[in-house]
């Protein structure tokens, strides 16, 4: 990366600028949390336009290119690779779910209305957790280390959701190791789409709770 700061390599964690890039880093995870934890009205709304607000300035106010953030036209090989791995991640989970029985239960079968709302909001969650934590992250850690950070914040943003919690998990892995290969977000949302819908139609909403987390899952009836 031509224009990311690299204090961890250079002049340490904790330098103003690191400190300055932590900061971000805790603030828009912050403002996540708090939109999660929200009971559903016009303050979960304000919460979630916040946080969105407050991740599209700092990306584009950032250091970070376009190529950096991975909002480029993607490659034949990274939409190859990434896709077709996806594919056969979504098989198996769907293999998986019925061997485990996890789909003895009627499922959340989502209307196409629902899908797209689902697919926009997978590519923004991409958005969010490569263009604004996985650079940062890298920034200061290293990419192979932002991968496992990244994943840890990816999925601690699914609790108390336990399924989720844990697909989410395996998921941001893989998310995070191609974004760091590939540097590209569009192929990782496509992904998420199809990841996230097979879920929906693999998992008893009995477990699933309509794939909530936060406050959401815990008032889930």
């Not at 990311?4 to 880093?25: C, D, E, M, N, V």
Request: contains cysteine.
């Amino acid at each position: 990366m031509s224009s990311a700061f690299y204090p961890s390599a250079k002049q340490g964690l904790f330098t103003r600028p690191a400190l300055a890039i932590w900061l971000q880093i805790a603030f828009g995870y912050g403002l996540l949390e708090a939109a999660l934890w929200t009971p559903q009205g016009r303050l979960d709304l304000a919460w979630m336009i916040l946080t969105a607000g407050f991740i599209i300035v700092m990306a584009s106010r950032g250091p970070y290119s376009l190529r950096e953030m991975g909002v480029t036209i993607p490659s034949a090989k990274a939409i190859t690779w990434i896709v077709g791995a996806g594919l056969i991640l979504a098989i198996a989970l769907w293999l998986f779910a019925a061997l485990m029985g996890a789909d003895a239960g009627p499922t959340h079968a989502m209307p196409l209305r629902t899908a797209w709302q689902y697919a926009i909001w997978a590519f923004l969650q991409q958005f969010m957790l490569q263009s604004f934590f996985f650079v940062r992250l890298e920034s200061l850690l290293g990419s192979r280390r932002a991968v496992l950070v990244t994943t840890v914040l990816f999925a601690a943003a699914h609790i108390p959701n336990p399924i989720l919690t844990i697909g989410s998990f395996l998921a941001g892995l893989f998310f995070c190791e191609m974004f760091r290969r590939y540097r590209n977000i569009f192929p990782l949302g496509v992904v998420h789409v199809i990841l996230g819908l097979t879920m929906a139609a693999s998992v008893s909403d009995a477990l699933l709770h309509h794939m909530r987390v936060g406050i959401g899952y815990l008032e889930f009836h």
